[in-house]
Nanobody, 119 residues
Framework: QVQLVESGGGLVQAGGSLRLVCAAS????????MGWYRQAPGKQRELVAL???????NYIDSVKGRFTISRDNAKNTVFLQMNSLKPEDTAVYYC?????????????WGQGTQVTVSS
């Protein structure tokens, strides 16, 4: 079984920065895509950024130029550097991984980490 453990959330003032980290642990698996989603109160969970196994990235428009996703494939770890944070970035951020076990791919989620941006 694969576990995703996130860290790095917290409270920051508008214009500040935070770095989220998500590490996958377990055995007998590999990971294709890794990324981050977020869910604000009363809203649906939305994609923030994805990092594909071929190195390509995908960002939601509202974070382009402010957030950067990166991966350490050897350590099954994904990072999200968040700069110039805005109050509307406040949400619970969830790590996502497309995990391959015995040739079958399935989605796995972390427990979430709270990011709060004060104005």
């Amino acid at each position: 079984q694969v576990q995703l453990v996130e860290s790095g959330g917290g409270l920051v003032q508008a214009g500040g920065s935070l770095r989220l980290v998500c590490a996958a642990s377990g055995s007998g698996f590999s990971i294709n895509t890794m990324g981050w989603y977020r869910q604000a109160p009363g809203k649906q969970r939305e994609l923030v950024a994805l990092k594909f196994s071929n190195g390509h990235t995908n960002y939601i428009d509202s974070v382009k130029g402010r957030f950067t996703i990166s991966r350490d494939n050897a350590k099954n770890t994904v990072f999200l550097q968040m700069n110039s944070l805005k109050p509307e970035d406040t949400a619970v951020y969830y790590c996502y991984a497309a995990v391959v076990v015995s040739g079958t791919t399935s989605g796995s989620w972390g427990q979430g980490t709270q990011v709060t941006v004060s104005s």
